[in-house]
């Protein structure tokens, strides 16, 4: 996974440069565990059986998260 | 396969629902068709198709066009045929099936559907909810690896959206909801145009809203005052850039 887009995208048009404090935030490939459940994805296999919002509540159950949203029932 | 975000993440799902989708399904014709005709009507049922929503449907059932970008025919064997089909959000497969059958004048209908695709998610990175289950009592039990593995930064979703990147310093009042001024920005796409929906990251890449840009590349180039991004979502917790 290669979340450096500024690095990766040639398409990118520079106002004003300047850097970022080590004493704020984190990359995202950096995320510690803890955060990165909480401000994270997980594509989960979903053939037959549950329901994508019985999915979504086993999700929330098995990492102890409040909140989780899926991405919609087929079309 | 099915996309889940998690928490604070939990509103990127909406940029979602406009990505377009990939499907493996299995079709069940109701009479023998040559796989020549069967190809053919492939072919008539690929690029802009006209479908009315079925009945029990999120939207107002009229008539509407879908794009149909490719199909793919793995595997006929009698009257079933296992098809992968890329298409535009909103088109309904049980729907396509339906039509095809009709233009066969046979009929026909679907007996399974698999989504193999969702914006960068896809059945080649796709996990089970066992997976999941084990590798957290792995990382309760101090190895951290395997959900590290299954768990992907909400970052991974917008990795193809349209983006601006902000200085350290207007952080903070963003994730207090204000909208995002010509000054605060760094860097951005050269692409976007007025009303596109960008991700306004910092400039380590940390997601902290989904806005509506007020202004092409070029004019937030050249702007000094102005707002460039109305706000429309704010994913950071306030207090991550004070």
Redesign the interface.
């Known amino acids: 996974?290669n979340?450096?887009?500024?690095q990766t995208?040639k398409?990118?048009?520079?106002?004003?440069?300047?850097?970022?404090?080590d004493k704020?935030?984190?990359?995202?490939?950096e995320?510690p565990?803890e955060q990165?459940?909480?401000?994270?994805?997980?594509?989960?296999?979903?053939?037959?059986g549950p329901t994508?919002h019985q999915?979504?509540d086993?999700?929330k159950q098995?990492?102890g998260?409040?909140?989780?949203?899926?991405?919609?029932t087929?079309? | 396969?099915?996309?889940?975000?998690?928490?604070?993440?939990?509103?990127?799902?909406q940029i979602?629902?406009k990505e377009r989708?990939e499907?493996v399904a299995l079709m069940h014709l109701h009479k023998e068709i040559s796989n020549e005709e069967i190809k053919k009507t492939f072919d008539e049922f690929t690029g802009t198709i006209k479908q009315l929503p079925p009945i029990k449907s999120a939207v107002k059932r009229q008539e509407r066009f879908r794009r149909v970008y490719s199909i793919e025919i793995l595997e006929i064997e009698g009257r079933d045929v296992l098809f992968r089909i890329e298409c535009e959000?909103?088109?309904?497969?049980r729907k396509y099936i339906h039509d095809f059958g009709l233009r066969l004048n046979s009929g026909a209908h679907m007996q399974?559907?698999?989504?193999t695709k969702?914006g960068p998610?896809?059945?080649k990175?796709?996990?089970?909810?066992h997976d999941?289950?084990d590798s957290?009592v792995e990382?309760k039990e101090g190895n951290?690896l395997p959900?590290?593995n299954?768990?992907?930064?909400?970052?991974?979703?917008i990795?193809h959206s349209k983006?601006v990147?902000v200085?350290?310093s207007a952080?903070d009042h963003l994730c207090h909801g204000s909208p995002l001024y010509?000054?605060g920005?760094?860097?951005?796409?050269?692409?976007i145009t007025k009303d596109d929906r960008v991700a306004v990251?910092?400039?380590?890449?940390?997601?902290i809203s989904l806005g509506l840009s007020s202004m092409d590349?070029n004019s937030?180039?050249k702007s000094q005052k102005d707002i460039a991004v109305k706000l429309e979502k704010v994913?950071m917790p306030v207090g991550?850039?004070?």
Request: with cysteine; net charge positive.
């Open positions: 996974m979340l450096n887009f500024d995208e398409n990118v048009l520079l106002k004003k440069e300047s850097t970022s404090s704020f935030g984190c990359k995202p490939d995320r565990t990165l459940i909480k401000f994270g994805m997980i594509n989960i296999n979903k053939q037959q994508s999915i979504s086993y999700v098995i990492l998260v409040k909140k989780a949203g899926h991405g919609g087929l079309d | 396969m099915l996309p889940i975000a998690l928490e604070n993440a939990t509103r990127i799902i979602f629902l989708k499907y959000a909103g088109t309904y497969v399974q559907l698999i989504r969702t998610f896809t059945d990175n796709w996990h089970s909810l999941l289950k957290y990382f951290e959900l590290r299954i768990i992907v930064p909400v970052e991974f979703a990795q983006k990147w200085h350290d952080v010509n000054p920005i760094s860097k951005l796409s050269d692409n990251l910092t400039l380590k890449n940390e997601l590349s937030i180039i994913f991550t850039y004070s």
